[in-house]
């Protein structure tokens, strides 16, 4: 598959800021963005793409009452899975909650198979049983696609231990939003992720607003990167709409974390530009912020931009890539509309071994 | 090629909407995420996004339109290079709006409040043990049968309205009398609650008293248990129950054990409320009901009404009730109408069940949104010659055995109806006191109606499998009349 994520051997050749983080310190994100050379900037447009056109497409069959239930899009902040993707290497685990499609495509994951799981039918990742917010895949080391707010932030210190246990030398990527980090279990997992050393990088998908509650309605501190400083875990606040200040951050983050030196902050100041779920009031912002954010920072727009003037690409090659994108995403949702739903048999399946 | 736009389904339980607002006009140029137009349902006012690129060459359906339903072409887009005349030509003549909302399924919407009570054989008078002693140190607390119909005085007017709206005017009119009422939750003062329970109270009682929480449930039930010590009398609302049991240990370790552990000394005047059980097509986590795991500790009241009066008259009591409650809703019920009693301060006393619809022939005992398929299943039978009587419990804890029982002691047979899951659910409870205090008047085994034994699945179709049906229902009465 031509435009779908790859994690393996895209990792080193930017050229990160390499600037060391002291423990407990808090620091800006870099002043001067690393650049990308060409190949870098290609495949994160591919892969930011896909995820784009894939969710409007959940949107589109969402209208028609193909999806059901909730049905969280990641437009908007498609930059942050795809530069953190980029410093991954094979065996690195990857944990979010129920805004998840992105994450998923980002793993590698089919996108037919994720599609097919919106549409609750068999050939989904979860077999139809789990829905838009639960999905999950042991082969791409992604491990949900959780339904409750900051429930990942234990599981996903959870897969740490395991590395740590094991000394396999991977590395969790534990994701939640702005919302999650108020949740009590989140600062009982950084306490135990920095009193044993803990290979995760916590990375807070900061969009503003957690349903209807901006921020600053919620959270006594609104810098979250400085949410463990009392124990210890030094943290960094990203500009999360420009995939390559997202990719130094990660590499960082990743190589701390793998060292021994315990757990990493990032805060990802990203936006959603769509409803928190489908049914959403947009009364508690005004279209002109979610326009500006569109107009202004777009993470694709970005990346278009350094590809159409940097590296001379030509429109046509742009859409070339774009038909190629849209391809698999609509053989996503033929499949996804086709495919049967699951033999009544299985609803009795899968309890217990 | 023309593309039609059609009217979005935004929610879960959306089948139609209106059409409150294009923002676009025909002729005019759209890309991808712009708005075209506001829709508006029970619950919010949603935005409609173009998904593609075009020319809008027609509206199909104007501002203002009513009862739109869902996947009705609303207009026609012209695609890149294509012309817009042709499109709005080959548009589909305008669907006719989708006909009136049926009306919320409860059949017996008009015998409410009127049906009589039912006066079953030599249990009436002071002097008459209805039931027998029981057997086993028993959990009988009450030993009166309770007259719901005199909940309601005879010739009161009633008015019809939603589930919503009656808990909102309950924790409304019980603000207004105690300044000690508040309310908290998440979403529940600017947004005006996730599922507009808490419609208006913002505006009503200010921020002090409607205070949004982050998401913190265990922090934020601990926080009003921890109030409710000193005598405020927190109203904590989850946003469904699912997330609750994030909370559940100051639920239960906290609020439900605290007088016991001091003595008597102090308690917690609380209500834990919140839509509980599944809605539709959230899967797993987010659709389970939690009545059999509340009704199991002691020191909790549990509540599950089904109807809008009896959301209302519950809620007040357990407002003013001094220990914890649990109220337990259902998102389903909330859009559906009832009659509820116009009175200034009606309210239906916590631990009592209503017989719903009288019979002879076979009991089925029911709550919250199992009524659905209870009564759906005595109209059923009723055709086949079956009179089926209906209890709605109402309260699960305390649970009034001595309904249960007396209607038993008539009929002989006993099927229950949950949406929870069979293992210790609120149907093993009713079978085992059946038992207990009825054994020698059964003719045949209860039967339990439940969910099933599984998780919820997300799938349309397993989903379906998963809940309990009226054709179950039907089939478990007729069993136990062995026809
Ligand atoms: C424990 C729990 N409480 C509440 C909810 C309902 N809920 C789902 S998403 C959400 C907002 C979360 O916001 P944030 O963490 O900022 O993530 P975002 O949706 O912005 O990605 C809430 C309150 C839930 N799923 N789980
Ligand atoms: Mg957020």
Known sequence: MAVAARKAGRAGSGAANKSTSTKGQVRKAAPNTPQFDKDQDLSAYNDMLLIRRFEEKSGQMYGMGLIGGFCHLYIGQEAVVVGMQMATREGDQVITGYRDHGHMLACGMDPKGVMAELTGRRGGLSKGKGGSMHMFSKEKHFYGGHGIVGAQVSLGTGLAFANHYRENGNVSLTYFGDGAANQGQVYESFNMAALWKLPVVYIIENNRY?????????????????????????????????????????????????????????????????????????KYRTKDEVARMREEHDPIEQVRRRLLEGWKLSEDELKAIDSRVREIVNEAAEFATHDPEPDPSELYTDILL | ?????????????????????????????????????????????????????????????????????????????????????????????????????????????????????????????????????????????????????????????????????????????EMRKDGNVFVMGEEVAEYQGAYK???????????????????????????????????????????????????????????????????????????????????????????????????????LKVIAPYSASDAKGLLKSAIRDPNPVIFLENEILYGQSFPVPKLDDFTVPIGKARIHREGKDVTIVS????????????????????????????????????????????????????????????????????????????????????????????????????LPTVAEVVQAAKAVCYR
């Open chain 1, 210 to 282: 957690a349903m209807g509650t901006a921020v600053t309605r919620a959270s006594a501190q609104t810098d979250f990167s400085k949410r463990g400083v009392s124990f210890g875990i030094p943290g960094e606040q990203v500009d999360g709409m420009d995939v390559r200040a997202v990719y130094a951050a990660a590499q960082r983050a990743i190589e701390h974390a793998r060292t021994g030196k315990g757990p990493y902050i990032l805060e990802m100041q990203t936006y959603r530009y769509r409803g928190h779920s489908m049914s959403d009031p947009a």
């Open chain 2, 367 to 466: 709550f919250s949104i199992g009524m659905t398929y209870a009564l759906k299943a005595a109209q059923e039978l009723e055709k086949e010659g079956i009179q089926a009587e209906v209890i709605d419990l109402r309260t699960i804890r305390p649970m009034d055995t001595d309904t249960i029982v007396a209607s038993v002691m008539k009929t002989g047979r006993c099927v229950t109806v949950e949406e929870g899951y069979p293992q210790s659910g609120v149907g093993a409870e009713i079978a085992a006191r059946i038992m207990e205090h009825a054994f020698d008047y059964l003719d045949a085994p209860v039967i339990r109606v439940t969910g099933k034994d599984v998780p919820m699945p997300y799938a349309a179709n397993l989903e379906k499998l998963a």
């Open chain 2, 1 to 173: 090629m023309a593309i039609d736009i059609l009217m979005p389904a935004l929610s879960p339980t959306m089948e139609q909407g209106k059409l409150a607002k294009w923002l676009k006009k025909e002729g005019d140029k759209v890309k991808p995420g712009d708005v075209l137009a506001e829709i508006e349902t029970d619950k919010a006012t949603m935005e409609v996004e173009a998904i593609d690129e075009g020319v809008l060459a027609k509206i199909l359906v104007s501002d203002g339109t009513d009862n739109v339903a869902v996947n009705t072409p609303i207009a026609v887009l012209a695609g890149e290079g294509e012309d817009v005349s042709a499109a709005a030509s080959s548009a589909r003549a305008p669907a006719a709006p989708a006909p009136e909302a049926q009306p919320a399924p409860t059949p017996d919407m008009q015998a409410e409040g009127l049906a009589q009570r039912p006066a079953p054989d030599g249990i009436q008078g002071t002097d008459v043990t209805p039931v027998a002693e029981p057997a086993a140190p028993a959990v009988i607390t009450n030993r009166t049968t309770h007259d719901a119909m005199a909940e309601i005085p005879e010739g009161t007017e009633m008015v019809t309205m939603t589930v919503r709206e009656a808990l909102r005017d309950a924790m409304a009119e």
């Open chain 2, 197 to 299: 329970v808490t419609q208006g109270l913002l505006q009503e009682f200010g921020p002090k008293r409607v205070v949004d929480t982050p998401i913190t449930e265990h922090g934020f039930a601990g926080v009003g248990v921890g109030a409710a010590f000193t005598g405020l009398r927190p109203i904590v609302e989850f946003m469904t129950f699912n997330f609750a049991m994030q909370a559940i240990d100051q639920i239960i370790n906290s609020a439900a054990k605290t007088l016991y552990m001091s003595g008597g000394q102090l308690g917690a005047p609380i209500v834990f409320r919140g839509p509980n059980g599944a809605a539709a097509r959230v899967a797993a986590q987010h659709s389970q009901d939690f009545s059999a795991w509340y009704s199991n500790v002691p020191g």
